[in-house]
């Protein structure tokens, strides 16, 4: 029998801040260990460059310095990602009675959903642009590609970010459903709205090329259509 504590307002508000202390220092203890690893984890970031002919360089003294940070922010995001999930579920979800093994199954899920939109980007869709781009060339002017450092790790970070939250559909869809916000028929409504989204956003990491934007939009369409099935399986009657 679940005991029932009201909560003020201030103590919601206290009850948030808590949280959110432990979510930012996660993140700043993960940044602080991410940078011991940064030198391979940049050496990890530019594997899929390496077959192609292109050259780095930076152009201001304090290049280095902000990549640096750049990637360790980065690496404590991904140590605190678990860590964040957990404290958001934890403080949303505490009216519908999810035991402490539900709410460490969510957590893994949606970890592990987020980890798999990051594998994504980084195996599928940053090779496939970096070719496209760099194989953009004048037959009558010599082209040669030189990358700043910073801009092409922002570039394919930024791109992962992206694919990790896109990849949380599953999961909103399963807590929306358990919630009864997001239900089948609301889902089935809007599915050729979102589809829309889903070209826009392809649209927009990918070259201006039809066929490119169609295959990186079909994993985002699997996923809507997986979350229209989560939906159905836990949405409360």
């Known amino acids: 029998m679940s005991k029932e504590v009201y909560m003020s307002f201030w103590d919601h508000l206290d009850e948030f801040r808590s949280r959110l202390l432990i979510i930012v220092f996660t993140i700043f203890m993960g940044s602080v260990a991410g940078y011991l690893l940064s030198e391979k984890v940049i050496q990890f970031l530019i594997l899929p460059s390496n077959s192609l002919n292109v050259s780095f360089q930076v152009i201001t003294v304090t290049s ?7 990637v360790c922010f980065f690496i404590g995001l991904l140590i605190g990602f678990p860590v964040f999930i957990y404290q958001l579920i934890q403080f949303i979800l505490p009216a519908f009675e999810i035991r402490l093994k539900g709410l460490i199954l969510l957590s893994i899920l949606s970890s592990m959903c987020f980890f798999a939109g990051i594998c994504f980007a980084y195996f ?43 990849f949380q559909m599953p999961i909103i869809s399963l807590i929306g459903s358990k919630v009864g916000i997001l239900t089948p028929p609301f889902l089935i409504h809007y599915r050729r709205h979102c589809f829309i989204v889903f070209l826009i956003i392809s649209a927009l990491i990918t070259p201006p090329d039809p066929l490119s934007q169609i295959l990186i939009c079909i994993p985002f369409v699997f996923l809507y259509e997986l979350s229209i099935i989560i939906a159905k399986i836990f949405t409360k009657k």
């Open 64 to 70: 280095m310095f902000m990549i640096k940070l750049l």
């Open 124 to 166: 599928i869709i940053i090779p496939f642009l970096l070719t496209f781009l760099t194989s953009i060339t004048f037959d009558s002017v010599d082209v040669k590609y030189n990358f700043t450092l910073g801009s092409y790790l922002s570039y394919t970070l930024w791109t992962m970010l992206i694919n990790g939250l896109i």
